[in-house]
Antibody
Framework: EVQLVESGGGVVRPGGSLRLSCAAS????????MSWVRQAPGKGLEWVSG????????DNADSVKGRFTIFRDNAKNSLYLEMNSLRVEDTALYFC???????????WGQGILVTVSS | VLTQSPGTLSLSPGERATLSCRAS???????LAWYQQRPGQAPRLLIY???SRATGIPDRFSGSGSGTDFTLTISRLEPEDFAVYYC?????????FGGGTKVEIK
């Protein structure tokens, strides 16, 4: 059974930093691209960052460019999101998602909450 | 930009639901997916490639359309189908979602 389990969320002040982790199991992690998708409270879905199978190619939404960094450790079957210079508008539930070719998502974690507040 | 309509659809169990997703530019190769999100849960993939059902998705869910206009149809609503539905375009570097359609019990 495929499992994606996020961790590392919490409350942080504006301007602060946080690192999210996603532990993957039940599939060959290095065979898949991965992404982070977020959902602000009561709002819709927003793709945040994506990474290819070996970490050689990454991309970010304009809203987080220069502040968030996605990376992975295939030896640990783990995906990460380093978030710096956090803003109030980054408050959201962050999902780890497995990508299929060209970029749709067939497996999702349950999400981890990040709250940016003073 | 993906625009979903209506924002809310009020229907009874057993009725047919028709959800629309309109793109501001043509979606290449029909790279359009649909997801279902129940309250407190993660999204679940229903449809990819505009019309291909994901593994384990009942055949009452179907997707159609091409270019800029896409439709998700639920032939007969079951109680567990009352949820929010999102479309997503992919195939380029900017993956975008529509704003969602809530299907609620009338």
């Amino acid at each position: 059974e495929v499992q994606l389990v996020e961790s590392g969320g919490g409350v942080v002040r504006p301007g602060g930093s946080l690192r999210l982790s996603c532990a993957a199991s039940g599939f060959t992690f290095e065979d898949f691209g991965m992404s982070w998708v977020r959902q602000a409270p009561g709002k819709g879905l927003e793709w945040v960052s994506g990474i290819n199978w070996n970490g050689g190619s990454t991309d970010n939404a304009d809203s987080v460019k220069g502040r968030f960094t996605i990376f992975r450790d295939n030896a640990k079957n783990s995906l990460y999101l380093e978030m710096n210079s956090l803003r109030v508008e980054d408050t959201a539930l962050y999902f780890c998602a497995r990508e299929r070719p060209w970029g749709y998502f067939d497996q999702w974690g349950q999400g981890i909450l990040v709250t940016v507040s003073s | 930009v993906l625009t979903q309509s209506p924002g809310t659809l009020s229907l009874s169990p057993g009725e047919r639901a028709t959800l629309s997703c309109r793109a501001s530019h043509s979606v290449s190769s029909n790279f359009l997916a649909w997801y279902q999100q129940r309250p407190g849960q993660a999204p679940r993939l229903l449809i990819y490639g505009a019309s291909s059902r994901a593994t384990g998705i009942p055949d009452r869910f179907s997707g159609s359309g091409s270019g800029t206009d896409f439709t998700l149809t639920i032939s007969r609503l079951e109680p567990e189908d009352f949820a929010v539905y999102y479309c997503q375009q992919y195939g380029n570097s900017r993956l975008t979602f529509g704003g969602g359609t809530k299907v609620e019990i009338k």
